[in-house]
């Protein structure tokens, strides 16, 4: 992880700013108390995608009536 964050580092202070995960929710805690509070933990598109094709699939579904039309 250490070689791609220094190739990937613009401003040079060394601090990851955001990782992608399959599970954001469980690892946060975990990645913040290692790269900083900072850093933004999100669900990799993969899957995401995995969680909303689902709903996304019937887009009258009750989950998708607070996204709007």
Known sequence: ?????????????????????DNCCAVHPKIQ???GPDTLVLLDTF?????WDDVLFDKNS????????
Do not use: R
């Not at 992880?1 to 995960?21: C, F, R, T």
């Not at 009750?62 to 039309?69: A, I, P, T």
């Open 62 to 69: 009750e989950k998708m009536s607070h996204l709007g039309s």
């Open 47 to 51: 899957h995401w995608q995995q969680h």
């Open 1 to 21: 992880m250490k070689k791609p964050n220094e190739l990937l580092d613009k401003d040079g202070d060394g601090a990851i700013e955001a990782v992608w995960v």
């Open 33 to 35: 108390s290692i790269t």
